[in-house]
């Protein structure tokens, strides 16, 4: 769910710089809504014209629905600026290839953009290899706390820990964290910002394979956190 007042950042902040296409596929998308909400599969061009801001879709786990709505009122040009903002924000040291992949946009675009916020930028050496903060950030960056506690991450989660070629910046590549991990275990256990499991669920069951002996705290820490999870009966299993 995106909250209404940063909808114009997360659709015409992914305009391309040449928007022609984008608005002609907008209004076509349009013109096919004719002002109804509808299902929004087989609308041709549907994904794209998103960038237009004047289509909002909501979705469940069988369906997407597609309505128009009016174009936020942003200039893109700054919602392009404040969308690499909050992306270096969010997963700095960050490079501009992983803003491109993130953001949707083309690479010349992503470049044309990353290189217009320059100066608020600061280099930082990210395990031998450059990544880049936000300058306002970097303060916070080195009195940063270790991350303490327990969490169960979902599989799309795990790309915060590094899924490049190099393990180190977010990007699309499905690389295990844990040898934990398999096809019925694609998520992972997080405890004090380490992986030390996989975890799968079917049901109310929810099965734990870990890489880490677990101490009683840990374990109890463990079945609490299970517990909050927006199941019925939620049940655990480790091995």
Not at 28 to 44: K, M, S, Y
Not at 59 to 65: K, P
Not at 80 to 107: A, D, I, Y
Not at 215 to 223: A, I, P, R, V
Request: aromatic letters at 8%; hydrophobic letters at 40%.
């Amino acid at each position: 769910m995106l909250p209404a007042r940063d909808f114009g950042v997360f659709t015409l902040g992914r305009m391309p710089l040449d928007s022609r296409r984008i608005d002609v596929l907008a209004e076509n998308v349009c013109r096919t809504l004719g002002g109804q909400e509808r299902r929004g599969a087989g609308i041709h061009g549907l994904r794209e014209a998103c960038a237009s801001g004047r289509i909002a879709v909501r979705w469940d786990t069988t369906s997407l629905w597609a309505r128009e709505v009016p174009r936020p009122d942003i200039d893109v040009a700054d919602a392009r600026l404040e969308l690499c903002r909050r992306h270096v924000h969010c997963f700095g040291p960050t490079t501009p290839k992983v803003f491109t992949w993130w953001s949707g946009m083309s690479p010349s675009d992503a470049r044309v953009v990353w290189n217009a916020i320059a100066d608020e930028l600061v280099e930082v050496d990210f395990d031998g290899v450059p990544g880049w903060v936000l300058r306002d950030d970097a303060d916070r960056l080195w009195s940063a706390e270790e991350p303490r506690g327990m969490r169960l991450l979902a599989a799309p989660d795990l790309r915060l820990f590094g899924r490049d070629r190099d393990g180190r910046f977010i990007a699309p590549g499905l690389r295990a964290l844990t040898a934990a991990a398999d096809s019925f275990h694609p998520n992972g256990l997080l405890i004090d910002g380490r992986i030390v499991g996989a975890w799968g669920r079917k049901g109310g069951h929810v099965d734990v394979v870990l890489s880490e002996k677990l101490g009683q705290e840990q374990y109890d820490d463990l079945c609490a956190e299970v517990a909050t999870l927006p199941v019925r009966d939620p049940r655990l299993s480790v091995r």
